[in-house]
């Protein structure tokens, strides 16, 4: 199944990637984007392998997420795509995930 990534998803690729090269150094981001690409992978074949996390009732889309160590892929999967919404730190408030999803950020 095709992925694509919404421009929040690229931001929050962007920003934990900047984070764990200033913190921790190349190899963990490198490490990092190596966990990912194999999930994202994952996902493109089999995308309800993630847990559920909520169905907006009015689109009645269901977004789901696969856990990536302290981060989890957000997801939608669709008829013919998963569209990455989110990589959410779970130390986050989870009400700001289901804001996110409901388009309130």
């Given at each position: 199944?095709?992925?694509?990534?919404?421009?929040?998803?690229?931001?929050?690729?962007?920003?934990?990637?900047?984070?764990?090269?200033?913190?921790?150094?190349q190899?963990?981001?490198?490490?990092?984007?190596?966990?990912?690409?194999?999930?994202?992978?994952?996902?493109?074949?089999?995308?309800?392998?993630?847990?559920?996390?909520?169905?907006?009732?009015?689109?009645h889309?269901?977004?789901?997420?696969?856990?990536?160590?302290?981060?989890?892929?957000?997801?939608?999967?669709?008829?013919?795509?998963?569209?990455?919404?989110?990589?959410?730190?779970?130390?986050?408030?989870?009400?700001?995930?289901?804001?996110?999803?409901?388009?309130?950020?």
């Open positions: 199944m095709r992925i694509e990534w919404s421009e929040g998803a690229y931001a929050d690729y962007d920003e934990i990637l900047a984070y764990l090269v200033s913190e921790f150094g190899q963990t981001a490198s490490e990092f984007q190596l966990r990912l690409d194999y999930n994202v992978g994952v996902l493109s074949e089999f995308p309800l392998i993630g847990q559920s996390e909520f169905t907006n009732r009015k689109t889309i269901e977004y789901r997420s696969l856990s990536c160590r302290q981060y989890k892929i957000v997801y939608a999967p669709l008829d013919d795509r998963v569209i990455i919404v989110s990589l959410w730190n779970n130390r986050r408030n989870p009400a700001a995930l289901r804001r996110l999803l409901l388009g309130l950020r």
